[in-house]
């Protein structure tokens, strides 16, 4: 009986393929909806893949809505996708922003169509139940990104965006 031999290499591959094929429902979904009109459109521009089965995109700078959308944000993490905004303060800080990005990537790998759900249940059980913490800048997600990117972690409320008091980030 012959036994076939897989390099670690190759089983990160397979276990990848997996992931991805697990998590394909909501990658249609978000290229179909979301990524194809906006390069369709001359919104985003294709960059690069930085990583196994993702893409980058950069947001493009125009007077546009899209652009005006993005405001200060740095970066956006879809099923295999990487948006960044590479103009002003974000391009200092560009290469953590796309390790924190592609922390999400592997994170909506490993989850597949449960990553949405999961993330939006940890924030509405931290404004909940834990009302010290930041429905956002506390949420397991974003601390294992910014982790993994080198950025501060622990948010102290002084620096919470949007005010001390106000600990719902999505509205």
Known sequence: MKYIMLSKSRITFLIRIIQFIYSLPVFILVWSFYIIPLWLLGKIKYVKNPAFLTAEFHVVKSDGWY????????????????????????KKIEIKIRIHELTHVIQQFTWGPLFYPAYFLASVFIWIFLKEKHSYYDNPFERQARRLAGQVVDIPKERWRDGENDRWIWW
Do not use: E, F, K
């Not at 652009?67 to 974000?90: E, K, Q």
């Open 67 to 90: 652009y005006r959308l993005w405001r200060d944000w740095c970066g956006w993490a879809g099923p295999s996708v990487i948006i960044l905004r590479t103009d002003g303060r974000c």
